[in-house]
């Protein structure tokens, strides 16, 4: 089976997407403790490392990956290149992007794929990308970066990301654009996705059951956990206050104070953001209101449109939940396009070798 190094894995995401795509994690690297903590909950016997990406050097990449890997996924985290965030130049967080491609170098794998905002191709940040890419040094053929959207391939949900693909020629054939980015998948509705679990109240229990009587869609029914139960469909408070206001915005409308959008039972979610850890705030995301009920959508809801399905386990916490699916890249664009990646490999396993990283990393 070909494999993968999945860096910067927070919950899972790039994982499960390539997981469908028939690949094996040989190993996932991510340094936040509480964005990565169900990790091994839904990928069990998977080697996840908690360490931060730009201390991984030669010695213990090749300890933890004797046999190298076919290829190297990674969102490393995006939210110094935001377009709703403050994009400060002294932001550690934007020499992540250095250390992504530094890992290629060492790892020399078959091909890469990385993922991260628009903002990424922003003016002020897009030198920090095309210098990253640069220290390659003309081995691999680049694709890209691309602007993607998850509801492209099947996602009830509009997430448009910049992704920047690299394939080495000598190890496998190399896609065309076009049928790298290939999808027959057909457009997912907000219904499509949550209609199903609509009259199952939130609560503070610690599962919930389905309702028998409901129609499921093609793509829920994919997503239904076998057991007949689900978690996550956690109850968010909201004052009485708020609760009224709420009932007054109509789907597609928006809230004039919180800013929520109500979801449209017809349409698309609109990208799902995390908010931010304790480290930064503890500021909660905008979430959108349900499309019938007042209240901003559940954990469960949030998972079901960006494409996780029912037995995958988050936080204990609303808000940590939250997180991780905003932190998330959607498994149904992650599936789509390393299925395509797959199609291109050789049939038998190719074994990467770890070089030196000693030299001091890119700034």
């Not at 993607?148 to 690299?166: M, N, Q, W």
């Not at 080495?168 to 209609?195: C, E």
Request: glycine residues 10%.
């Amino acid at each position: 089976m070909h494999t993968i190094l999945d860096l910067f894995s927070g919950c899972g995401g790039l994982a499960l997407g390539s997981k469908r795509a028939g690949f094996k994690t040989a190993l996932a690297v991510d340094v936040d403790p509480i964005l990565s903590s169900s990790f091994g909950v839904n990928f069990p016997g998977t080697r996840f490392l908690q360490a931060d990406v730009a201390t991984l050097g030669k010695e213990q990449l090749s300890a933890l990956l004797p046999m190298g890997v076919d290829g190297v996924i990674g969102g490393p985290p995006c939210q110094a290149f935001s377009g709703i965030g403050k994009r400060l130049p002294d932001d550690p967080r934007r020499d992540l992007v250095n250390h992504f491609f530094r890992i290629i170098q060492a790892v020399q794998p078959a091909f890469f794929m990385m993922e991260n905002v628009p903002g990424l191709g922003f003016p002020e940040n897009r030198p920090i990308l095309d210098n990253a890419i640069s220290t390659l040094q003309g081995r691999w053929v680049i694709l890209g970066p691309l602007t993607l959207d998850a509801s492209d391939f099947g996602a009830p949900t509009k997430r448009k990301r910049i992704f920047v693909f690299g394939f080495d020629p000598k190890k496998m054939d190399v896609p065309s654009i076009a049928d790298l980015i290939a999808s027959q998948s057909s457009r997912t509705t907000v219904k499509d996705a949550i209609g199903d679990i609509a009259g199952i109240p939130v609560s503070d229990a610690k599962q919930w059951a389905y309702d028998g009587e409901k129609v499921v869609s093609k793509y829920a029914q994919k997503l239904r956990s076998p057991s007949g139960y689900f978690t996550g469909h956690q109850l968010t408070k909201h004052r009485d206050e708020t609760i009224k206001r709420y009932a007054n915005v109509p789907q597609g409308g928006v809230d004039p104070v919180g800013k929520h959008k109500r979801l449209d039972w017809n349409g698309l979610c609109p990208t799902l953001r995390a908010g931010t850890g304790s480290d930064r705030g503890s500021y909660q995301s905008v979430r959108p209101l349900h499309p019938e009920h007042n209240r901003v959508i559940s954990p469960r809801e949030a998972a079901r449109l960006q494409g996780f399905p029912d037995d995958f386990v988050f936080h204990a916490t609303v808000w940590h939940s939250f997180r991780m699916i905003g932190n998330s890249v959607s498994p149904i664009i992650a599936e789509a396009l390393l299925t395509n990646i797959r199609k291109c490999l050789p049939q038998q396993k190719i074994e990467a070798t770890v070089k030196d990283t000693t030299a001091p990393a890119f700034a």
